[in-house]
């Protein structure tokens, strides 16, 4: 079991910047994914990056390519997702997720309870 805790959220103005992190407990990060979905009012729930924690390996949704990275840090057993040039459309609740197996943009087992991203125009 992984419980995954969420921090970093908040308000920013267009064009800022924010750090998210998500830290997990019960048991490291290896062998798993983690993805960080994002759910806006009104809309369905998307993925917005992932990486695996074992390689490295990332994705990102297009919207955000070159704006947002996601990386890990190994000895805090904690993800992070820097997001730059924030856009009014970056605005929603983001939510951090793992998952053991395969893929980085589906199938996700665990989640955390979701923070709040607003951006103000």
């Known amino acids: 079991q992984v419980q995954l805790v969420e921090s970093g959220g908040g308000l920013v103005q267009a064009g800022g910047s924010l750090r998210l992190s998500c830290a997990a407990s019960?048991?490291?990060?290896?062998?798993?994914?983690v993805g960080w979905f994002r759910q806006a009012p009104g809309k369905q729930r998307e993925v917005v990056a992932a990486?695996?924690?074992?390689?490295?390996?990332?994705y990102y949704k297009d919207s955000v390519k070159g704006r947002f990275t996601i990386s890990r840090e190994v000895a805090e057993n904690t993800v992070h997702l820097q997001m730059n040039n924030l856009k009014p459309e970056d605005a929603a609740v983001y939510y951090c997720?793992?998952?053991?197996?395969?893929?980085?943009?589906?199938?996700?087992?665990?989640w955390g309870q979701g923070i709040q991203v607003t951006v103000s125009s």
């Open positions: 990486i695996r924690w074992s390689t490295g390996s990332t």
């Open positions: 019960g048991r490291t990060f290896g062998g798993y994914a």
């Open positions: 997720a793992a998952k053991y197996g395969m893929g980085l943009t589906s199938g996700y087992d665990y």
